[in-house]
């Protein structure tokens, strides 16, 4: 079913289909690792139920019929919730719709594909680096800073040289982000926001990376310095509304000092995805970059999975193991 | 005072000085034409009360002891509303406070020195084409569209071939919009906005100019195209409130549609004003941009000209002859 507010179990269903014979230029896949992510709730009105649920996968070539994925092979689709799927290779219609090989990891977690070093870990990098451009000694708050990608942008700031400050909705995460490096963490849900800030950033704010929208962002957008930049990645705040919520308007302080702010997708850098992941990959073996995934177990319980997580139940990169 | 919500002519009072005798350096203007802008009201605020009341004015030199200004030549200053004012030629602490010739205007009125060819003028010149970039073709949606700086953004987007439509607050402003070549124009207090906006745009929006921010810019935010632009030059709809305003969130239609939008003060580009000075000049000669001033006679009603202005009776520039 199409999502009406906060979604439910009872919107998803399991259905199993008789896979077909291999034509040219498919492979079979057996999934290891299935991604639950924010724009999954974002996007579901864009198809019509009922829909196979998209989202990232990593899986192991079981059978091959184009050679440059053989039998064997670890690859990263869309394909999204399912143990086994078909993919064809030459289904390019979309840089998403693209299979690709995962990368190698050097011995990391495979489950990273479609967390660090997959779709979250590029929308960080490029999303943050191409968008706020953040030069060292400057100020960076994050929210959603718990998540996936918040959590990398945090640590790739601190990389860069900034101060970080980081927004999230429990004490654990706060606890967490101050050990992985931010030098705050802030519970936006019992803290007065804007006091709060302000003390964690006496020379004001530079860049915020904005995953959650509404009145938060409200608060930090107004504590920016001149020539500000914002990155905005998700309106998570949003995403279970059936209407647009409000919050203060953003007019003001855009114009007396200045700022920018710029939406983004991530596929706008699909070409240079392979850059990405390979910083990423050299920050993590360094020990700069802790990437920490929230597991659930069994192909059953990726809905709750997905739940959970908008729930904000997740700490790090959301993944269910098959 | 310092205005509390709506300024009332009670904020005013009008004083007089006795002139100091000239020193090195300073000029003595004889005020012909003063302006009055929004951002009059949004900057009341930064001033301890009581005030001299700053803005733009054109005046004659009667006296000099500045050899690069004699007497008789026009200068435009920042020196705000008096009828005789004693300016220091040497002032430049910021870019507001230089003291310049008005351009040679060929024949056209000295007014247009605070309007279409000074401050107004290179605000809209600079904050639509260095922000919003617009391409031949595309589709541009002006807010404030009958004020000072809106309408001459308009006539520069047809200019440069773009389809224009306009916002403005009464259906005389709409009907002078269009006769001046704005493809539409739209009485945002009568119209069903989204739905007029889709049928003036039916290929969406491009590029938005902002004058006023609030609800009827979240309306126009979430009707743009992939990579839109938005050049925000104020929030006249907040400048009157003790609260901060709220409105529908921009953060979804940001990222889905990777709109960039970035606010300005004009200053930005103060060493380039003459290129927009002359381009002005060019186009009003050549009849391509009309620009049009309300005009108001008379020292002492100065304060009601700016209260006019501020509730919208103005229709092109607002200024006041001495």
Redesign the interface.
């Known amino acids: 079913k199409n999502f009406q507010g906060f979604p439910t179990r009872e919107d998803f269903d399991i259905v199993e289909y008789e896979l077909p014979a291999l034509k040219n230029g498919e492979i079979l896949v057996k999934v290891e690792w299935v991604s639950v992510d924010p724009y999954m709730r ?1 996007y579901s009105s864009r198809y019509k139920a009922p829909y196979d649920q998209f989202g990232f996968q990593v899986g192991l070539v079981e059978d091959s019929k184009d050679p440059r994925f053989p039998v064997g092979t670890r690859v990263v689709s869309h394909k999204g919730w399912c143990d086994y799927c078909v993919i064809d290779t030459n289904d390019t219609k979309s840089e998403v719709d693209k299979v690709y090989k995962l990368p190698n990891l050097k011995g990391l977690s495979n489950s990273l594909g479609v967390g660090a070093v997959g779709m979250p870990g590029s929308t960080a990098y490029f999303g943050f680096l191409e968008i706020c451009k953040p030069k060292a000694g400057e100020t960076v708050v994050v929210s959603g800073a718990a998540g996936a990608v918040g959590s990398l942008v945090g640590q790739i700031a601190k990389i860069k040289g900034c101060r970080v400050i980081g927004f999230a909705g429990s004490d654990d995460k706060v606890k967490w982000l101050e050990e992985i490096g931010f030098d705050k963490a802030i519970n936006y849900k019992t803290a007065d926001i804007a006091a709060a800030l302000k003390e964690a950033a006496p020379k004001g704010v530079d860049c915020y990376f ?1 995953n ?3 009145e938060l ?2 608060t930090i957008i ?1 504590q920016m310095n001149d020539f500000g930049r914002v990155s ?4 998570i ?2 995403y279970n509304e059936n209407n ?22 991530v596929w ?1 850098w699909f070409d240079r995805q392979a850059e990405a992941f390979t910083e990423l990959i050299k920050w993590i073996q360094s020990g700069q970059l802790q990437p920490r995934e929230h597991i659930t177990e069994g192909f059953e319980n990726i809905p709750t999975a997905f739940l959970g997580m908008l729930k904000g139940e997740n700490v790090g990169k959301a993944v269910v193991k098959l």
Request: with cysteine.
């Open positions: 974002a904005d959650v929208g509404g962002s409200s107004n905005v990645c998700g309106a705040s949003s647009m919520p409000k919050a203060s308007i953003l007019q003001p302080a855009l114009v007396f000092h200045q700022l920018k702010i710029e939406g983004f997708l706008r």
